[in-house]
């Protein structure tokens, strides 16, 4: 269960965090693995440790913004079974202290940059016969964060292009789903604590991880195992959902 063989994925943002975790374990399951990456030396470590466990993976340097770069990055891979739009950036600030050019920025990434992968990723998805698009969204879609507004927007326009591909290419064969996680620990958080709360960064790290009601931030690598489950065929009746991953963080804050 849960084989991805004979079966071509593309991940972008690979080099690390949740893209990382998608990368190994598809590699792990018997995908050829298709990083697109901005920064190339975290996208070798990636590819490195692929290679190292008999995994067969690609590495294309890229930014999602740019749609051209992006069509030709899919140019190379030709027909893919499997997108996995994972590649984005953060920024923390409220509507009124959001400069014009950190919410281009954060749009040209989050959203436009999903944008690009799709349009690009469709053709070759149909010359498979169908296939899988995951993005990943955010719990920012779906409740107030304070001080995310630019995040929050970008990551709400993702969970609409999930509704709006998954009914349109429904008769293609291509399910569209998206996944939400909440707090996850990644390098970003570490590389956040460090530069926000220097000296204070373990009291900050338990602070963060209780906002989720399970007590704990989560791993790359249970959104990795989701996105699995997802993009397997023993999940072929699902297209057009949301999956929170979020310890409780939706449902259960109050």
């Not at 079966?7 to 690979?14: F, L, P, R, Y």
């Not at 990382?20 to 374990?25: G, I, P, R």
């Not at 958080?189 to 399970?214: A, H, W």
Request: glycine share 10%.
């Amino acid at each position: 269960m849960f084989r991805l063989d004979n079966k071509t994925a593309v991940i972008t943002g690979g080099g690390s965090g949740i893209g990382k975790a998608v990368s190994l374990l598809f590699a792990k399951q018997g995908a050829v693995v298709h990083i697109i990456e901005l920064n190339e030396e975290a996208a070798k470590e990636t590819s490195d440790e692929i290679q190292k466990d008999g995994g067969k993976v690609y590495c294309h340097a890229a930014n999602v913004a740019d749609q051209k770069a992006i069509h030709d990055v899919f140019k190379k891979t030709g027909a893919i079974n499997i997108l996995v739009n994972n590649a984005g950036i953060a920024h923390i600030g409220k509507a009124g202290d959001t400069s014009e050019a950190d919410f281009d920025r954060v749009m040209q990434v989050n959203v436009k940059g999903v944008y690009n992968c799709i349009h690009a990723a469709l053709p070759q998805l149909k010359l498979s016969g169908g296939g899988v698009i995951i993005n990943m969204a955010s719990i920012a879609a779906w409740v107030g964060l304070p001080d995310r507004f630019a995040y929050s927007t970008a990551k709400g326009a993702v969970a609409a292009m999930t509704l709006s591909v998954a009914r349109d290419y429904i008769h293609d064969n291509i399910r569209c789903n998206s996944i939400s996680p909440a707090r996850v620990h990644t390098p970003f958080v570490d590389g956040f604590l460090k530069k926000n709360y220097p000296g204070n960064e373990t009291v900050m790290f338990e602070k963060l991880s209780k906002t989720q009601p399970i007590g704990r931030m989560g791993k790359p690598e249970e959104v990795a195992l989701l996105a699995l489950y997802l993009c397997s065929d023993e999940a072929s009746f699902i297209t057009g959902c949301d999956y929170p991953i979020d310890g409780g963080f939706i449902k259960l804050n109050t």
